[in-house]
């Protein structure tokens, strides 16, 4: 059982996943998460009731593996949806930065160390997601680039007229900042993303993207994008 600290950690990331059925692909995504040069990171996966064997999968990989990272893997008793298990997630976290992984995707080496990066060149920081491709499963050497991504000034902008720009999956965001304003929100199922971003936006925080490609987002028919909006992140 982890244990909850009311302190966060300096420098230290907290990256948390929600899952429901997709153990086939939790693997890689902790293998993914294993190859990142940024050394000071916890991973806390909340598993949402699943009916596959994601909870052997991941026990089986720990052990087999034996990471130098912790990884902790927390079962919900029914199934609460994405919003409700990403909170859980969040409260269980210590880091000074919270991470969002999807369970079914993959986070380039650099991509937690670009973020710490962004946060210590940018003081009034509270979010900054990266540039990423999108690939069909078991095509990862095709990938598409994302293109309807924004930067800079154009990301509030974007959110004040009630756009979406920044790909949450692949968002960083200050413990602080979530701390003061809140997780996501469970009364917006879909779109739980975009309100969260806006949240952070209209509080007056600096939100970026980093221009380079540092996040891997798997696209398959069970693909929880897909069922809300029918169409890949590309």
């Known amino acids: 059982m982890k244990e909850l600290s009311l302190e966060r ?76 298990a990403m909170n859980v997630g969040i409260s269980l976290a210590n880091g000074e930065f919270i991470a969002f992984q999807d369970a079914d995707d993959l986070s380039h080496p650099e991509r937690l160390a670009r973020q710490v990066a962004w946060f210590g060149s940018n003081a009034d920081g509270g979010l900054v997601g990266t540039n990423y491709t999108a690939f069909d499963d078991g095509r990862f050497d095709q990938p598409r680039r994302a293109f309807w991504l924004k930067y800079g000034d154009a990301i509030p902008a974007c959110y004040r007229a009630g756009g979406h720009c920044v790909s949450t999956g692949t968002a960083m965001v200050r413990g602080s900042v979530i701390d003061r304003l809140g997780p996501f929100n469970r009364r917006c199922p879909g779109a739980e993303d975009y309100e969260l971003v806006a949240r952070v936006v209209g509080a007056g925080y600096l939100v970026d993207n980093l221009h380079e490609v540092l996040y891997h987002n798997r696209c398959h028919p069970g693909k929880r994008s897909h069922l809300y909006y029918g169409k890949t992140e590309s």
């Open 9 to 84: 950690v300096p420098g230290l990331v907290s990256v948390v996943t929600a899952n429901h059925d997709y153990g086939k692909y939790l693997v890689e995504g902790l293998e993914s998460l294993g190859l990142q040069t940024y050394p000071q990171f916890e991973v806390v996966i909340v598993d949402d009731y699943s009916q596959d064997d994601s909870a052997s999968l991941v026990r089986g990989w720990l052990a087999a593996r034996r990471p130098d990272f912790p990884v902790f893997f927390h079962e919900l008793p029914r199934n609460c949806g994405y919003a409700w």
